[in-house]
């Protein structure tokens, strides 16, 4: 005599025996689905840390160069820098030098900022 508990477990067997790709497939849609998720989530924090920076670098266009830089006080080849792209007003003018010291030093040598 089969107990019903192994009579459904039975069922079950033979259902995923029957629809096996059908089962797989559709944990793979699953599994998709929620990888497409957690990309757009990434793309979405992407843009958000893009917009940041146009945002930072249209205030920076606005922003006029002073005639030295801030830290060595020096007048040639001067650029703008943001500390903080949270901060798009806050924007110094470096020399080409002091710059690249402040973004390997801040930023791990990124370019951006
Ligand atoms: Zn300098
Ligand atoms: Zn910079």
């Given at each position: 005599m089969v107990s019903k508990k192994e009579h459904i477990a039975e069922r079950q067997r033979l259902n995923y025996e029957n629809n096996k790709d059908a089962i797989l497939m559709q944990q793979k849609e699953r599994y998709n689905k929620i990888k497409i998720r957690l990309t757009n989530k990434n793309m979405d924090l992407d843009i958000v840390e893009k917009k940041k920076r146009f945002n930072a670098r249209s205030y920076a266009r606005k922003t006029p160069l002073k005639k030295?830089?801030?830290?060595?006080?020096?007048?040639?080849?001067l650029e703008r820098h943001h500390w903080d792209y949270n901060k798009p007003l806050l924007v110094s003018t470096l020399c080409n030098q002091c710059h690249e010291i402040q973004h390997i030093r801040n930023f791990g040598g990124s370019k951006f900022g």
């Open positions: 030295e830089c801030g830290i060595c006080k020096t007048t040639e080849r």
